[in-house]
């Protein structure tokens, strides 16, 4: 006899509580997928928005037009985004290496015996080009030009966005697909399966079959009233404190990238929005005093007009992201600092794989199915910070304190055994599929582009023959030719504009 188990009862019926990105963006998930569940968002003013200036990666777009189907019309028009092909890193020992989402480590041309990270990154170069994106952000281009004058914007691509006009866009999108607010401050009530109801100032009682902890850092169910572990990454992470602000662009390119650049106690961001640049110093408060990074950061940002805050925060994770009838998402389950764009990325995994689960459960949702979200999202979580100990690790650049403490003391964790491979065997994908979890979203080429573009020594230096060297040579060329003659952002943009988003 089939024995049926369950957690719940059929969820019908969901709360939000908190009302920035990751709360919307759940939100926005779980009503188009499940149009039948009533959504609600609890936006507490006691619950703040950091409001940053936002980088994403691909899987941004993946989320919104690919998995919801949406039509890109209306973010277009109403968030303003601007292309982001990848990071430009001014890190290691070379003038600057290019990190694309367009996995240009792992192709392989078919007049060639290897991939491409055996020809690309010489030791000697100080700014290899392993690819065609890579020579489009080498020379500020974001696509190519096609013969009607419209850019062909391709799908390797994720966006920088201002926060306020994101979540502008998100709470237009959300009532349009039926998403309920309610407005109020709430006192949460715990229950025998975690929360029993949101209580409101004056007495009311909001109750749902589940909650979705979205309350940013301060992790009001899940850390708060649930009291779930919390995991610290501190032995890989050192970082714990940024300083954000920036200027009104005037003349500057909009730039088709995230620049990362090495700073003396940690690294700072550059964040290419149309009308504004973002930047901020991510830090150690463990070498630097605040008033010192503040100097720093000034000192090397002169164009610096908004007055700069100061954001604490600590990495790491919850154990676990769903417990009981509380499922955490975004900063409410953990965080970790925005080197490579993955608030928004975390968010965009946590939230479809919410909504496929209660799919696939029929919105019954079992311990088995539970426990394997549970282990999936907190693999996310680990690779991501498995992946940044990889950027530590091996910038060579400056020799300043914090910098010697994290080549020394940098705890490797689930990216070692990656490291090892690439010492022994060079830039081979060979065993991608053993050492890389299904959550991971960088991929082998992501370790190889940041262990190639710091100049990691490995033990197989591939000679190319005459022929494959002459190859490669031409195809660089053809790349960078093509590059010259494709628009930037703003040609982008305003042609676009001039015929209409679609």
């Not at 006691?46 to 890109?72: D, R």
């Not at 109403?78 to 192709?107: C, D, N, V």
């Not at 910098?403 to 690439?422: E, K, M, S």
Request: glycine share 8%; net charge neutral.
């Amino acid at each position: 006899m089939f024995l049926r188990m369950s957690l719940f009862r059929m969820i019908r019926t969901i709360l939000v509580l908190g009302g920035g990105s990751a709360g919307l963006m759940a939100a926005v998930t779980l009503k188009r997928r499940l149009p039948a569940l009533d959504v609600k968002i609890v936006r507490s003013p006691e619950i703040g928005i950091i409001a940053v200036g936002e980088g994403t990666t691909v899987s941004f777009p993946k989320l919104f037009f690919e998995y919801l189907k949406l039509q890109p019309k209306s973010f277009y028009e109403m968030a303003e985004p601007t292309w982001k092909l990848g990071i430009r890193f001014l890190w290691g020992p070379r003038k600057q290496f290019f990190y694309s989402f367009g996995y240009e480590f792992q192709h392989r041309y078919p007049d060639l015996s290897r991939d491409n990270g055996f020809y690309s990154m010489g030791a000697d170069e100080s700014t290899p080009i392993p690819g065609p994106l890579s020579a489009y952000m080498s020379l500020g281009k974001a696509f190519p030009k096609q013969p009607d004058g419209l850019p062909q914007v391709h799908n390797h691509h994720g966006y920088h966005i201002e926060n306020k006009k994101l979540v502008d866009w998100l709470v237009f999108t959300a009532r349009a697909l039926g998403v309920g607010f309610i407005d109020a401050t709430v006192t949460p009530e715990r229950g025998e399966k975690g929360i029993e109801a949101l209580v409101t100032a004056n007495g009311e009682r909001l109750t749902a079959d589940l909650y979705v902890d979205a309350s940013g850092f301060r992790s009001e169910l899940l850390g708060g009233v649930l009291g779930e572990p919390y995991i610290s990454y501190k032995d890989t992470l050192f970082c714990d404190r940024a300083v954000i602000a920036g200027w009104p662009r005037t003349d500057e390119p909009i730039l088709p990238y995230t620049t990362a650049e090495t700073m003396d106690s940690g690294w700072c961001w550059q964040i290419e929005h149309e009308n504004f640049i973002n930047r901020g110093y991510v830090y150690s408060s463990s070498f630097i005093s605040d008033e010192a990074a503040l100097e720093e950061f000034r000192r090397k940002n002169p164009l610096i007009a908004t007055e700069p805050r100061i954001v604490k925060f600590r990495s790491g994770r919850f154990a676990r992201s769903w417990v009981g009838n509380v499922v955490g998402m975004g900063n409410a389950v953990g965080f970790v600092e925005p080197l490579e764009a993955t608030s928004l990325q975390v968010i965009c995994l946590e939230a479809s794989s919410l909504a496929d689960s209660l799919i696939d459960s029929l919105c019954e949702p079992t311990p088995s199915l539970v426990a394997f979200y549970n282990v999936f999202n907190a693999q996310a979580w680990d690779d991501i910070r498995d992946f940044l100990a990889v950027h530590y690790a091996f910038n060579t650049r400056l020799d300043t304190p914090f910098w010697v403490a994290c080549r020394n003391d940098t705890r490797l964790h689930g990216a070692q055994p990656i490291v090892d491979f690439y010492r022994e065997n060079g830039p081979s994908k060979l065993a991608a599929g053993h050492h890389l979890h299904a959550a991971n979203s960088f991929g082998m080429d992501g370790y190889l582009a940041l262990l190639l573009g710091q100049n990691v020594p490995h033990g197989k230096r591939y000679v190319p023959t005459a022929r494959e060297a002459d190859s490669w040579r031409t195809r660089s060329v053809n790349w960078m030719s093509d590059a010259r003659r494709g628009m930037d952002v703003r040609q982008s943009l305003d042609s676009l504009r001039k015929r209409g988003f679609k």
